[in-house]
């Protein structure tokens, strides 16, 4: 079984979830939040495959939906800064698309993923994007830098970008290799646990507030 770093999570947070999930494979119940961020996710992935800048600025053929204009609208902006003034100073080799949204195995690491984009450089250097449209924790962060430089241990990525729609702002995130080696320890540390048939059951109000196989959790029904 592959890992993502989003079923460490689930795993880490509640087994007994993570066994629902990915080994009885049943139905989670639907999440709008948990929607509004795969929305979020594939507009920017959108717009980055099927439209140009021109003249520095957003193509208009290019339209947000209501819902998400204050979002994107700031995604936007941001981004069609950084195309104007790449091309006030005649820089637009700069950065060359590398790849968004693509599926990735890396069966050295027993992991998958799929990175929310990467630019490369004209150094041969790599830029890693990431879009959160939730809240941030800047330790779990650190965590999902370590578990991308993992699945992508084939290139150098020398610059990770977070974009944090709620917060409207981009954090320039440091590379620290360091984390690395302990993102890597539990990695192998769930999947130990799963090959033991670890599977118990976490309470816990947060978690299972947000957990999607509430109906079929007997402690829960307990309570």
Partial sequence: MLLSKSSIRQYKTCPQSFKFGHIDKLKAAENKLYQKGTDIHELCSDFFGNY?????????????PEKYETELGFFLERESKRYQYL????????????????????????????????????????????????????????????????????????VFKLYEFKKQRVLNIGVNKGIVTEVEKDINNVKDKINNQEFKPVISDNGCFWCGYKAYCEEILKL
């Avoid at 195995?105 to 490369?120: E, L």
């Avoid at 990431?130 to 924790?137: A, H, P």
């Avoid at 578990?147 to 990525?157: C, E, G, S």
């Fill in 52 to 64: 140009i800048y021109e003249n520095g600025f957003v193509s208009p053929n290019f339209k947000i």
């Fill in 87 to 158: 091309m006030k100073n005649d820089r637009l080799d700069i950065f060359e698309p590398y790849l968004k949204e693509k599926f990735i195995r890396n069966t050295k690491y027993g992991i998958h993923g799929i990175p929310d984009r990467i630019d490369k450089t004209i150094n041969n250097n790599y830029v890693l994007y990431e879009y959160k449209t939730g809240y941030v924790n800047t330790r779990d962060i650190a965590k999902e830098l370590g578990f991308y430089l993992l699945l992508m241990d084939k290139i150098d990525i020398k």
